[in-house]
């Protein structure tokens, strides 16, 4: 198990600032899922921390040893890629030996044929196989032990990969997208196999994803990234109700946060596109601020209700659990996504007039900069 920090990273590809001065804690133990989309440099940061990159500045630290200048080999992490890198003329029982086979023997052990003459080789040899099977029964791969990878599917390739990471012992494991190659189901499967092997183990989870959905069902902790900085780091749900600025709130939730301009007034009171909110802002400040509604924080409500929004059905979704429906305001040809329980919308159609209500206290205010402003419901 290790702690892993860093302090202070950044680098530079020429001219290109990849990461910029990022400051990172991850508890022993920790799952941690660092979230951004493509490109905003995760991959850079795991393989800094991995030390496969090394970094323009800044410090990464295991277990309170500064690690700056020592090799990816002697770090005592293992990495697990999106690719899973297997070697393919090889079995899924020698795929998990080479790892082994590479930190625990000699080089002149390594040649079979050299057995009679190096009695230890053998004893080596069985406790290597005892701990290749010990992982194998973990993942549930036992009986693919003489397959090669080319006759395994997705699912059981990420598990042999997993493997591999597994039979190091390592004090973490860092993994870069490894459920990106699969469908769409088995993913879903993959996660919850990964945070119960997480569970089993205790070891530090280093885990990097463009999938929001698999860093808020995955994780301890999640840290946001966009453009080579972390934006918030704190659990799954406390990311999700209280984002530090819209564009974490906007990265986060499917589908996207809904966002409207509206008003404060010099008393803290805030109007939306006319009608009053029953909010006000703990900080009163007069002008023009933003307010986030989440699709699931809005409803429909019937043709007799007042203060509330109006708009006409432009898209209606059917995802069977829930309906999204795609609104058009009147106001401003502002645009909002309401989900819907099934029996509430069934009837609704392309073109239809709707009213739209929010839970006040789910709604969230943002300066016209993005910050989060703190508010307070009325009600
Ligand atoms: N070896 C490299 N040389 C030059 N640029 C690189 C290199 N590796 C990554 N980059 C650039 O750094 C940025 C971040 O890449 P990456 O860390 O792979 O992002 P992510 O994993 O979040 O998609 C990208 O603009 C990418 O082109
Ligand atoms: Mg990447």
């Given at each position: 198990?290790?702690?892993?920090?860093?302090?202070?990273?950044?680098?530079?590809?020429?001219?290109?600032?990849?990461?910029?001065?990022?400051?990172?804690?991850?508890?022993?133990?920790?799952?941690i899922?660092?979230?951004?989309?493509?490109?905003?440099?995760k991959?850079?940061?795991?393989?800094?921390?991995?030390g496969?990159?090394?970094?323009?500045?800044?410090?990464?630290?295991?277990?309170?040893?500064?690690?700056?200048?020592?090799?990816?080999?002697?770090?005592?992490l293992?990495?697990?890629?999106?690719?899973?890198?297997?070697?393919?003329?090889?079995?899924?029982?020698?795929?998990?030996?080479?790892?082994?086979?590479l930190?625990?023997?000699?080089r002149?052990?390594?040649?079979?044929?050299?057995?009679?003459?190096?009695?230890k080789?053998?004893?080596?040899?069985?406790?290597?196989?005892?701990?290749?099977?010990?992982a194998?029964?973990?993942?549930?791969?036992?009986?693919?032990?003489?397959?090669?990878?080319?006759?395994?599917?997705?699912?059981?390739?990420?598990?042999?990969?997993?493997?591999?990471?597994?039979?190091?012992?390592?004090?973490?494991?860092?993994?870069?997208?490894p459920?990106?190659?699969?469908?769409?189901?088995?993913?879903?499967h993959?996660r919850?196999?990964?945070?119960?092997?997480?569970?089993?183990l205790?070891?530090?989870?280093?885990?990097?994803?463009?999938?929001?959905?698999?860093?808020?069902?995955?994780?301890?902790?999640?840290?946001?990234?966009?453009?080579g900085?972390?934006?918030?780091?704190?659990?799954?749900?406390?990311?999700?109700n209280?984002?530090?600025?819209?564009?974490?709130?906007?990265?986060?939730?499917?589908?996207?946060?809904?966002?409207?301009?509206?008003?404060?007034?010099?008393?803290?009171?805030?109007?939306?596109?006319?009608?009053?909110?029953?909010?006000?802002?703990?900080?009163?400040?007069?002008?023009?601020?933003?307010?986030?509604?989440?699709?699931?924080?809005?409803?429909?409500?019937?043709?007799?209700?007042?203060?509330?929004?109006?708009?006409?059905i432009?898209y209606?979704?059917?995802l069977?659990?829930?309906?999204?429906?795609?609104?058009?305001?009147?106001?401003d040809?502002?645009?909002?996504?309401?989900?819907?329980?099934?029996?509430?919308?069934l009837?609704?159609?392309?073109?239809?007039?709707?009213?739209?209500?929010?839970?006040?206290?789910?709604?969230?205010?943002?300066?016209?900069?993005?910050?989060s402003?703190p508010?307070k419901?009325?009600?």
């Amino acid at each position: 198990m290790a702690e892993i920090q860093l302090k202070g990273i950044s680098k530079s590809f020429d001219d290109n600032k990849v990461i910029k001065s990022l400051d990172l804690s991850i508890a022993n133990g920790e799952f941690i899922t660092v979230l951004g989309p493509s490109g905003c440099g995760k991959s850079t940061l795991l393989r800094i921390i991995a030390g496969l990159e090394s970094q323009s500045s800044g410090d990464v630290i295991i277990d309170g040893r500064e690690v700056n200048n020592v090799r990816a080999s002697e770090r005592d992490l293992a990495m697990v890629f999106q690719s899973y890198a297997l070697y393919p003329h090889l079995s899924v029982q020698q795929n998990l030996m080479v790892p082994l086979k590479l930190r625990r023997l000699s080089r002149l052990e390594r040649f079979p044929l050299l057995n009679w003459f190096l009695p230890k080789r053998s004893s080596k040899m069985i406790e290597l196989n005892e701990k290749v099977l010990q992982a194998a029964e973990t993942l549930q791969i036992t009986h693919l032990m003489e397959r090669k990878p080319g006759q395994l599917s997705g699912g059981q390739q990420q598990r042999v990969a997993v493997g591999r990471a597994m039979v190091r012992e390592p004090v973490a494991f860092l993994m870069d997208e490894p459920l990106s190659n699969l469908d769409a189901a088995l993913r879903v499967h993959m996660r919850a196999e990964i945070s119960e092997l997480h569970r089993k183990l205790k070891t530090t989870f280093v885990y990097v994803t463009h999938d929001q959905a698999e860093a808020l069902t995955m994780s301890d902790r999640m840290a946001v990234m966009m453009d080579g900085e972390i934006l918030q780091h704190d659990t799954p749900s406390e990311i999700y109700n209280n984002p530090v600025n819209l564009q974490v709130a906007e990265f986060i939730g499917s589908p996207k946060i809904n966002v409207l301009p509206a008003e404060s007034d010099s008393k803290g009171g805030i109007t939306c596109m006319g009608l009053p909110i029953s909010l006000s802002m703990k900080t009163p400040k007069q002008g023009s601020i933003m307010l986030g509604f989440r699709p699931e924080h809005t409803e429909l409500l019937s043709s007799n209700s007042n203060n509330c929004f109006e708009g006409k059905i432009t898209y209606k979704e059917n995802l069977g659990s829930d309906i999204y429906l795609h609104v058009n305001l009147k106001e401003d040809q502002h645009k909002m996504i309401v989900r819907s329980e099934p029996d509430k919308a069934l009837d609704a159609k392309i073109g239809d007039m709707v009213k739209i209500g929010w839970m006040v206290d789910k709604v969230m205010a943002f300066e016209r900069n993005g910050q989060s402003l703190p508010t307070k419901s009325k009600s």
